[in-house]
């Protein structure tokens, strides 16, 4: 009998796992061929070498048309602070399919390039590159396009090099322009402004105040009107307005995407016309979130078939008595998690990016306020477990391994046999899954990414060693949080497993979801509605980024915590399937921390 309910387990998992993969991959050649029209495009990674020796990634988006023999026009997009050459690939293969070669360069803090704290000195080396290229036509220059941050890369390139450059198009994070040299800028310029831009809302003010500056910076009366060409010195600049839009959503506003095929179009004509209407990204867009989701799904069976098999069936256990809470008790614990943290994520994330803004160990500024944040939770796990303990202690109940969800009732020694195969279960599904995304990247030019919310990228040798604090910070955050899920918060048993399952997997990937939705939905939702750029939560720390002397102001982690709100909820249902199938935490946890230490430092901006 026993062996029948191990070979059903076995076929369970080997099907579970076959679907993921074989669903992935139909995913990947779908993304694949959206974004390169089927192989009409070509995309391709770089590796450049810059100022000083250091190394410079880039995408390369080269379509068909594009030869020695028939050059076309060259675009090179610069991406904001908390980004990658990934994050605009809506733009990119939308302008890609146009006929135009584009260049995506990781800037200094994001992706693969060296952290420089350069950007300006980055931005010329792949300008440069791109400008020698026989495929691309300099007859009458590059056109550069910035978004957020990147404003201010591409008026500052375009300072070096202005016989190069034939355009500059600014996205989103036009207050940038007060730190140009207005002097030397006599081009094309595309100015399009986010209605709800909270940040020219913050360093200048409603769209009047913004409008009124442009207008003085370029000389061109007292007020810019949206949605007028203005000639200066027989320069076509373009001020135009995106209404329903915020800053975060350049890459996902068809609007606003459509604006910058649209001036291109009339700087450089393109090589392959199409209407600037016709977009093909939302169905790219799309397959990459059921990617993203399906990822997940991948990562728990994966674990969930090596924990079936001889080498590593020994870390599941003996099933646990039911110790979760029940009615009100379950609900008020719930709502507290919920609350507490809410209450606790800008004031904390705030302290943590200020006081280990210049770690050597933990390097990117952004995580910090959020991982500060995750151990002050886990510390409050931590005292109410004790509080829990103490109480049993004192009823005369003895502990054991099952109130730590760590082993079976009435067990008091770890199982050091059970974690060291957990450990190596977590190593290999993380091997596995950082060589996926590396492949998809080598021989598909892609990844997985929805907006700022999904974000599976390449993980190059220098992050690997970066993300190993960050993963030991996750690893403790897991720990208390598994604790918690698996014993005062296990909800009731049904008698039906995989009913169970489903429930509780949704239900902790809510209640761990849910403070960060909850914020963001707050503060960017409100923002839309409000549709001046004013938020209504104000900033509380700031942020010196090299060679700009605008301090760059943030809610705590907020501005950055996206991404982090699905992959908390994705690692939290992976550990709960898993700690479903062992009955104890141990695999779920190695699996989870790794994973998300890992990959989420993989996307996350290395801010120096």
């Known amino acids: 009998m026993v062996t029948k309910v191990k070979n059903k387990e076995m076929r369970g998992a080997i099907r579970f796992f076959a679907a993921t993969v074989i669903i992935l991959m139909a995913l990947t050649a779908a993304i694949w061929g959206i974004q390169t029209g089927w192989g009409s495009v070509k995309i391709k990674r770089l590796t450049l070498v810059g100022e000083g020796g250091t190394t410079l990634s880039s995408l390369v988006y080269i379509p068909q048309n594009a030869t020695s023999e028939t050059p076309v026009p060259g675009v090179v997009v610069y991406h904001g602070t908390s980004n990658q050459a990934h994050s605009n690939d809506t733009w990119l293969m939308e302008l890609a399919k146009r006929g135009y070669v584009v260049f995506s360069p990781d800037m200094s803090g994001g992706g693969q390039s060296d952290v420089t704290g350069n950007r300006t000195s980055q931005g010329i080396t792949i300008a440069n590159y791109a400008s020698e290229l026989d495929i691309v036509d300099m007859s009458q220059g590059l056109n550069l396009i910035g978004y957020s941050r990147g404003v201010k890369t591409i008026y500052s390139v375009y300072e070096e090099m202005a016989d190069k450059i034939n355009s500059l198009t600014a996205v ?54 949206p949605n007028t060409d203005y000639d200066r010195n027989g320069y076509v600049v ?49 397959l990459s979130l059921c990617a993203s989701i399906c990822f997940m799904f991948f990562v728990a069976a994966f674990a969930g078939l090596l924990v079936q098999t001889t080498a590593f069936c020994s870390v599941i256990t003996a099933e646990t008595k039911n110790q979760g809470l029940r009615g009100k008790k379950l609900l008020l614990k719930i709502a507290f998690e919920i609350i507490i943290g809410i209450i606790l994520f800008i004031p904390v994330s705030s302290a943590g990016m200020s006081w280990f803004g210049k770690s050597k160990i933990f390097t990117s500024t952004n995580l910090n306020g959020i991982m500060l944040w995750l ?54 599904v993380s091997f596995v899954c950082v060589q996926w995304i590396g492949m998809m990247e080598d021989f598909f030019g892609i990844n997985y990414q929805f907006w700022c919310l999904t974000t599976f990228v390449r993980l190059g040798p220098d992050r690997f060693v970066k993300a190993i604090p960050y993963a030991g ?30 429930v509780s997997i949704i239900i902790n990937v809510v209640v761990s979801a849910a403070p960060l939705v909850i914020l963001l939905c707050y503060q960017y939702i409100g923002s839309f509605i409000i549709g001046t750029g004013y938020a209504p939560l104000s900033a509380t720390t700031s942020m010196n980024h090299s060679g700009t002397s605008l301090v760059f102001k943030t809610v705590g982690a907020l501005d950055y915590a996206f991404g982090y709100c699905f992959m908390m909820g994705g690692t939290n249902g992976i550990c709960t399937y898993l700690y479903r199938k062992t009955h104890n935490l141990w695999v779920g946890l190695m699996v989870g921390s790794m994973f998300c230490g890992f990959m989420t430092t993989a996307a996350y901006t290395l801010a120096r």
């Open 172 to 225: 989103f994070g036009n207050y940038r322009w007060q730190e140009a040299n207005m002097d030397v800028i006599d081009t094309n310029v595309c100015l399009i402004k986010a209605k709800a831009d909270q940040y020219d809302y913050t360093y200048v003010g409603d769209a009047h105040a913004l409008q009124k500056m442009l207008a003085e910076l370029f000389g061109l009366g007292d007020e810019l009107v």
């Open 375 to 428: 151990m002050v939770l886990s510390l409050i796990s931590v005292a109410f477990l004790a509080f829990s303990l103490y109480k049993k202690k004192k009823a005369g109940m003895e502990i054991s391994l099952s109130d730590f969800a760590m082993g079976p009732d009435g067990e008091r020694t770890l199982n050091w046999g059970i974690i060291g195969k957990a450990f190596l279960i977590g190593m290999i």
């Open 473 to 502: 910070l996750i690893f403790i955050a897991i720990l208390t949080g598994c604790i918690g899920c698996y014993t005062s918060r296990r909800l009731a048993d049904s008698g039906n497993p995989k009913k169970d399952m489903a």
């Open 238 to 286: 373009r001020y135009r307005v995106i209404a329903d839009s915020l800053h975060q959503t350049a890459n996902i506003s068809q609007a606003a995407i459509a604006e910058i095929l649209d001036y291109i179009n009339v700087v450089a004509p393109s090589p392959v016309p199409i209407d600037a209407h016709s977009q093909s990204w939302q169905l790219q867009q799309a």
